[in-house]
């Protein structure tokens, strides 16, 4: 298909007869591959999974991450996510993106620096992507190159307390990393 | 005869299938018929999920490991369920090496075969440089263990940042049925610009099938600390569960069933591990594992004793097309630790 399926669901083939059956099983046939390959299917999922877990990071700054990841074809935008306590920021990049992303991060307990705990951690992702950035800091997805087979990316985070000094940290205990496809509203390329 | 396995995917105008004509339009390259087929073919060769994916903590303000010495030593290790239709791995890893004399190097085994192969670092590798391997696994095993170890060369230290684990693309595509239950086609048998045969059309439909059931993702592939054997990054002695991680999932379209496997030990009389799954509030169904401890008593790389899995208890449910979490628990026995060393998740073959 030119457009991804969204809203499908995979379904056995419906017996026709007649003319026009060839030419509406294809539609069928054609609908479902194009919703495996596009990620509402398990091309999406081939992306999906936490890339960080363990005993979080506690009273650092400007720490980084990175992973080089496999993204499926007809990738546009990887939203993050980032199950998290605490005040900071987190910063996004991605190999295939001039700009970076920012996430503010405020899921405080009681006293200045918050109460980490993974049980009152709270799942946090990136915003809606956004069409020309054009500057760093925003909070989106971030772009990935579209192209009609699967690449290799990397993506980048930088964890940075809201104050260390001051004891007021931030805590990432797990990172989701999500492929995001265009809208029916837009072609495959 | 040709079966094509294509490295890109090819969008089907509408007006080359549209209702009421059947489908034989040809286009310059390929017939319509034809191109329906080979976006199947390169699902078959390229919806790969990946198995591992992992980023190194040691502690609270080191990003990656260390190879401590110029021997190889077993730094992590995952277990889980190999593909049927792949053969091969693609191993990506994140690294640095500080010397500006010798090369160091990461080695991968497979536990079953005893295969390996070595990703060499080269003098001067800067943070984080990713390097690819390749290593063959035996896809008939139930469950199989890729440990990773690391040296480093005689000066310098090696750094290994993140690993992701993935099958290898089919390159060439097989005639017959698959394992998985895939059959390849032919551009002799549909590229006559003629409608598609019944038969034709049904296999295609079995063929997506086949891809959508049995190519399913991972919801976690972690492992740490196997060169640390009283301590880790998940250890807990209280007596009572505490949380340890949180990993969220999205299950998919028949997707109900969760399988796991992990390395793990106690040093006490009591460590035990907690696999429960959520979605929304409820928790769908549980798990307990009761680790060994036979580990002091000498159990050698790549501690096979320490692995845990499924098919020794019991796959947790889970509701299809939903997200959700696991959450990991560990207790000890209020002296002694309960440790974890690596975790894997993944769904089992959808319905």
């Known amino acids: 298909m030119q457009y991804p399926p969204m809203g499908y669901e995979p379904q056995t083939m419906t017996v026709r007869n007649g003319q026009t059956a060839a030419s509406l099983h294809a539609i069928e046939i054609d609908a479902y591959t194009t919703w495996l390959a596009c990620g509402w299917g398990l091309g999406g999922c081939q992306a999906y999974g936490p890339a960080l877990i363990g005993a979080p990071f506690v009273g650092t700054s400007g720490v980084e991450f990175e992973i080089s990841v496999n993204v499926p074809e007809w990738t546009q935008h990887v939203h993050m996510g980032f199950l998290c306590s605490g005040l900071g920021t987190i910063t996004c990049e991605a190999s295939s993106d001039t700009y970076n992303a920012v996430l503010d991060i405020a899921i405080a307990g009681t006293g200045t620096s918050g109460t980490h705990s993974i049980d009152n951690a709270q799942m946090v992702w990136l915003a809606e992507p956004i069409g020309s950035p054009g500057v760093n800091g925003l909070n989106r997805a971030l772009d990935i190159t579209y192209q009609d087979s699967s690449n290799r990316r990397t993506f980048k985070f930088t964890i940075t307390d809201a104050d260390t000094g001051a004891g007021i940290t931030l805590e990432v205990y797990s990172v989701v990393i999500l492929p995001r496809w265009p809208d029916e509203s837009a072609a495959l390329p | ?351």
């Open chain 2, 1 to 351: 005869m040709s079966r094509p396995a294509p490295s890109t995917i090819t969008p089907m105008p509408v007006d080359r299938i549209a209702t009421n004509r059947a489908i034989q339009i040809g286009q310059a390259s390929a017939p319509a018929e034809e191109v329906l087929m080979e976006n199947i073919q390169y699902l078959h060769c390229n919806m790969r999920p990946p198995i591992v994916r992992t980023i190194f903590r040691p502690d609270t303000t080191t990003p990656y490991l260390v190879a401590g010495t110029t021997s190889h030593v077993i730094h992590a290790g995952w277990a889980r369920a190999p593909f049927a239709d792949f053969t091969q791995w693609d191993i990506s890893v994140l690294v640095q090496n500080t010397s500006s004399v010798h090369s160091a190097e990461v080695r991968w085994t497979i536990q079953s075969s005893g295969v390996t192969a070595v990703t060499p670092v080269p003098k001067d590798t800067a943070a984080w440089t990713e390097k690819a391997t390749t290593i063959t696994f035996d896809p008939t095993e139930t469950i199989d263990t890729i440990t990773m170890e690391i040296k480093n060369g005689a000066s310098g230290a090696l750094r290994v940042h993140s690993v992701e684990i993935r099958p290898t693309a089919i390159g060439t595509v097989a005639a017959g049925k698959s394992t998985g239950g895939y059959v390849a086609l032919d551009t002799d048998e549909i590229g006559a610009d003629e409608p598609l045969t019944t038969y034709i059309r049904q296999r295609m439909a079995d063929n997506l099938e086949a891809l959508r059931k049995t190519r399913v993702q991972t919801i976690v592939g972690w492992s740490e600390g196997f060169t640390r054997a009283t301590t880790s990054q998940f250890s807990e002695i209280s007596s009572s569960y505490v949380t340890q991680a949180i990993i969220p999932f999205q299950s998919g379209y028949g997707q109900t069933s969760i399988r796991w496997a992990l390395h793990g030990r106690r040093l006490g009389s009591i460590g035990t591990v907690k696999l429960e799954v959520y979605q929304g509030d409820t928790m769908q169904d549980s798990e307990e594992i009761s680790l060994q401890t036979t580990w002091a008593s000498g159990d050698s790389p790549p501690y096979s004793a320490a692995l845990h899995d499924y098919t020794g208890g019991a796959a947790v449910a889970c509701i299809a097309n939903k997200p959700g979490h696991i959450k990991v628990s560990l207790k000890g026995d209020g002296s002694a630790a309960a440790l974890m060393f690596s975790l894997c998740c993944w769904f089992a073959d959808g319905s």
